[in-house]
């Protein structure tokens, strides 16, 4: 089925601007939302509890900072951008009790609604606005005159504009710069979960690691095998981003055209294969959503082990020393939160 993609010119920025918005929690995609909105004229209120590390910074911005409950009660829109395992504790505590008739819960991703952890009343719509893509870099092209595409997505339409609504939003967000496409929350949430742990961010890691150590272990210098590896990644992503695999190809030599071709499929085997569809099946079963949420409920102790021992992988103090030698290239991306 053709999907339907929107642009700047089917959305009307006036919907959004004349609610008032409440966006729970200001890190990565909420402080990209709560800036962008407040940019495109929306009345924007931040939900943080007192003792939230990023009260300073979204007052410093000079948004205006209310308790959850607080933001919930007073807005008409709530976007729900807090962490996935703490969104249901925040939903039954402060943004429940605070629903009127016709307001509206967003979300920036589906895990809650599709894996039953939050049950909205039929009174209010439900909506999503997922950018495709890191919150600050959400941000930083808004900033620049570009936009991170979005999937925008309907679970329940009480008021019948529930759509209008995720699309005005998405746009003031610059979501529709470059194209925001109609999803249900069962698809966003299977296919960006399976993305970023098979391929963007699971896959691609322990890609760039695996090499990084294999080449080091063969006595390589592990400064050359961190452009090797990592840092021209992005060059050669950044060609696939602009004109697809084949742009890629088109551009690079002949000889590593050939070992792309021959060896790729030697990397990425059919076993490899295999594995990421267990991992689809896992996250359409309910299997990983179970592990994760019950891995935060325990405190977290595999996930903390596990990002310590990546935090010390020694492809990260290769690529400080040489990072810091480039000045434009460890941008901070606190720059704009
Ligand atoms: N990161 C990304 O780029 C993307 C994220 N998403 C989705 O967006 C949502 C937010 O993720 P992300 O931006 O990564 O989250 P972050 O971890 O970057 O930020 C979470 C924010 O929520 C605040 N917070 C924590 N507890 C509460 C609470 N009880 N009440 C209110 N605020 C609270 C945190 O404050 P404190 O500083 O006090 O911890 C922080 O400001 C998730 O649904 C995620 O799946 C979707 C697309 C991409
Ligand atoms: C790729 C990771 C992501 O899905 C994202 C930035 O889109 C996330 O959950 O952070
Ligand atoms: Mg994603
Ligand atoms: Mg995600």
């Known amino acids: ?43 924007v209120r931040i939900g943080l509890p007192e003792g939230s590390k990023s009260r300073a910074k979204a007052e410093e911005q000079g948004l205006r900072v209310l308790t959850p409950a607080e933001a919930s009660a007073e807005a008409d829109l709530i976007m729900i951008l807090a962490p996935d395992t703490k969104q249901r504790f925040i939903y039954e505590q402060d943004i429940a009790p605070n629903l009127k008739d016709g307001d509206a ?7 809650n609604i599709r894996y039953d952890l939050i049950k ?21 092209q808004f900033v620049d005159g570009k936009g991170v595409p979005a999937l925008i ?28 496409i109609k999803t249900t929350f069962t698809e966003e949430t299977e296919t960006d979960l399976f993305g970023e742990q098979a391929v963007l961010c699971g896959g691609a890691s322990a890609l760039v690691q695996t090499g990084f150590e294999v080449l080091t272990e063969a006595g390589y210098a592990p400064e050359i095998a961190y452009f090797e590896v990592l840092h021209e990644l992005k060059l050669i992503v950044d060609l696939m981003y602009e004109g697809g695999i084949a742009r890629q ?17 030697r990397v990425i085997s059919p076993a490899v294969k295999e594995e990421m569809k267990k991992i689809l099946g896992e996250i359409q079963d309910g299997t990983f959503a179970r592990e994760w949420v019950a891995e935060d409920e325990a405190g977290r102790p595999n996930f903390t082990k596990l990002e310590e021992q990546g935090n010390q992988h020694p492809i990260e103090a290769t690529g400080k020393k040489l990072r810091d030698l480039m000045s434009w290239v460890d941008r901070p991306i606190t720059e704009t939160a």
């Not at 819960?105 to 895990?111: A, E, K, P």
């Not at 699309?167 to 979501?175: D, E, F, T």
Request: hydrophobic share 40%.
């Open 249 to 265: 190809r088109y551009s690079i030599s002949d000889t590593a055209e050939y070992g792309d071709l021959t060896r790729g499929p």
């Open 1 to 43: 089925m053709a999907v339907e993609i929107f642009y700047d010119d089917d959305a009307d920025l006036s919907i959004i601007q004349g609610r008032k918005v409440a966006v729970i929690g200001y890190g990565s995609q909420g402080h990209a939302h709560s800036l962008s909105l407040r940019d495109s004229g929306v009345d």
């Open 153 to 180: 997505a309907v679970e329940q339409d009480a008021t019948g504009n529930a759509q209008a609504l995720a699309l005005s939003y998405a746009a003031a967000i610059g979501g529709a710069r470059a194209g925001v």
């Open 120 to 140: 909205p009343p039929a009174n209010v719509d439900v909506a999503m606005v997922a950018p495709k893509g890191p919150g600050h870099l959400v941000r930083r």
């Open 105 to 111: 819960i967003f979300f920036g991703h589906g895990f």
